[in-house]
């Protein structure tokens, strides 16, 4: 399943007038790969994450999420769509203090609706998998006070890929890691991408990262353009 955003302009209200984050922008991204967008501060790469995640609905254009057009769709159908189809890795971690890895991971199903008690067995399972997908096989029953850095930012993204999402948003995932840990943390979405078949977003400021993206993407006072790819 794919995320295809087309002809997307946000505006927000500037005083008197309106500020343009995202002027007519179009991207598609196919399950299974990622598309990195880099751009400087402000110039709208937050905005589309926020777009892409429903979280804001943009004034023109069409968001298509799996095949739905989330145009159509009323606030309990869109919160329903965000836990099931739509993760979301944001710069930090974000996590519970009072929950182990596994219990991150598992409220995310829960809120998902999956609650029944063979399916909370399911739901243990899968949490297992995934924190050992992220290597974090032997840290499951820490709290984020017990982990460092880089493994809290492995638990959020594992914690996104709890629903099996189809599409994956990830905003500078890395900003708060030293270099080797943010490179480690780039190949994993990489892989995750691929092995789960999401259609990934990352939003980066640091063009040393955008050797594990398929589509490069540059966002410039709102609009988007291609860039091509610089492989060694
Ligand atoms: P980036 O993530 O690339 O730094 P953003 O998407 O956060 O950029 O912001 C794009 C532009 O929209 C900036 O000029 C920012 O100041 C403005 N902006 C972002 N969020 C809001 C908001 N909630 N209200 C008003 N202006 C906003
Ligand atoms: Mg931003």
């Given amino acids: 399943?794919?995320?295809?955003?087309t002809d997307v302009t946000l505006t927000y209200p500037d005083g008197d007038a309106r500020l343009t984050?995202?002027?007519?922008?179009?991207?598609?991204?196919?399950?299974?790969?990622?598309?990195?967008?880099?751009?400087?501060?402000?110039s709208g790469k937050s905005s589309l994450l926020a777009v892409a995640a429903t979280l804001?609905?943009?004034?023109r254009g069409r968001v298509v999420i799996g095949g739905t057009d989330t145009a159509g769709l009323g606030r309990a159908?869109?919160?329903?769509?965000?836990?099931?189809a739509i993760g979301t890795v944001f710069q930090q971690p974000n996590l519970l203090p009072s929950l182990t890895a596994a219990e991150q991971l598992q409220v995310t199903a829960h809120l998902a609706g999956r609650t029944s008690r063979a399916t909370r067995a399911r739901t243990r399972e899968r949490a297992r998998?995934?924190?050992?997908?992220?290597g974090l096989e032997g840290q499951a029953h820490r709290r984020p006070h017990q982990l460092s850095g880089g493994q809290r930012q492995r638990v959020n993204i594992a914690r996104a890929l709890m629903n099996e999402p189809a599409v994956l948003l990830v905003d500078e995932p890395t900003s708060a890691l030293d270099h080797e840990r943010g490179a480690a943390v780039l190949a994993l979405l990489?892989?995750?991408?691929?092995?789960r078949a999401t259609a990934t977003v990352l939003v980066t400021h640091d063009p040393a990262h955008?050797?594990?993206?398929?589509?490069?993407a540059e966002v410039r006072d709102g609009r988007l353009r291609p860039r091509s790819v610089a492989r060694p």
Avoid: Y
């Avoid at 159908?77 to 099931?84: D, F, G, P, S, Y």
């Avoid at 998998?129 to 992220?134: F, G, I, K, T, Y």
């Fill in 1 to 5: 399943m794919s995320l295809e955003l």
């Fill in 21 to 42: 984050a995202l002027d007519e922008v179009s991207l598609t991204v196919p399950a299974g790969r990622l598309t990195a967008v880099i751009g400087p501060s402000g």
């Fill in 56 to 59: 804001i609905r943009p004034d």
């Fill in 77 to 84: 159908a869109l919160t329903t769509l965000r836990r099931t």
């Fill in 129 to 134: 998998e995934l924190l050992s997908a992220v």
């Fill in 190 to 195: 990489r892989t995750l991408t691929r092995q």
């Fill in 210 to 216: 955008l050797d594990v993206a398929d589509t490069v």
